[in-house]
């Protein structure tokens, strides 16, 4: 998955483009599908952040590809928002029922979509914003790509790899779950990466290895048979 890359579904040249423009003015990476078969070949290829859906597509509806997408397990997660020129009230249950995250009404303003787009991101997704996020002592800034840990008065910065940077995020998104081996590897890799699951444990050690030095190596936990989890509060240090 990369999380900051929206696909907008739309058969309407000019409605694509406009909602493109200002998804990427709000930073985000846009690709396109005219048809929901170019659309489902998108997604087979690599899982966006969030799909823009238009309900009326030339080859099939924007509704039975959102109930596909929901059905498959690989799919079952992804963010939708679906367009709809129909303001029928029963045709918004439809679209909620077949599993879209939120629905918006033709016509739309741009600001209203990119707004509903950051909501429902921030509820699914929070690692696709460029949002700070903040758990216990430690503070990540996507948008300076600073890691700060602030410990016994002192802030200390963090430097950190690329890798160990995204993994690092998806963990302060996503505080006090456990994550399985596979899991991030899905989620901070891309699905479509083929990597022993052993790497994991190479970044997460190298994660570590970072945050020691402002004593928040502790935050990362390893659960037994289980994978990973980030902890609000770090653990006492024995002895
Ligand atoms: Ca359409």
Redesign the pocket.
């Known amino acids: 998955m990369t999380t900051g890359r929206l696909l907008v579904v739309?058969?309407?040249p000019s409605i694509s483009e406009l909602i493109s423009i200002n998804l990427r003015h709000a930073g985000f990476t846009v690709v396109t599908a005219a048809t929901a078969e170019a659309a489902r070949e998108v997604v087979d290829r690599e899982l966006p952040g969030l799909v823009v859906l238009?309900?009326?597509?030339p080859d099939r509806s924007g509704i039975a590809l959102c109930r596909q997408w929901r059905s498959e397990s690989r799919t079952r997660d992804l963010p939708v928002i679906m367009l709809t020129a129909r303001a029928e009230e029963a045709d918004q249950v439809q679209g909620l029922e077949a599993g879209a995250d939120d629905y918006l009404v033709k016509p739309f303003s741009p600001r209203t979509l990119v707004a509903r787009v950051r909501a429902v991101l921030r509820r699914r997704s929070p690692q696709a914003l460029d949002d700070a996020v903040q758990i216990g002592a430690l503070k990540l800034d996507p948008s300076t790509r600073r890691v700060t840990c602030q410990a016994s008065g002192l802030q200390t910065e963090i430097r950190l790899g690329p890798t160990e940077f995204r993994l690092l995020h998806y963990l302060l998104t996503h505080p006090e779950r456990v994550h399985s081996r596979a899991q991030l590897l899905d989620r901070v890799w891309g699905d479509h990466v083929f990597i022993e699951e052993r790497t994991v444990d190479v970044h997460i050690k190298r994660l570590r290895e970072a945050l020691s030095v402002a004593d928040c190596a502790g935050m990362v936990e390893t659960v037994r048979g289980a994978g990973y989890r980030l902890a609000a509060l770090p653990q006492a240090v024995a002895g």
Not at 54 to 57: A, G, S, V
């Open positions: 739309e058969d309407e238009d309900w009326m597509l």
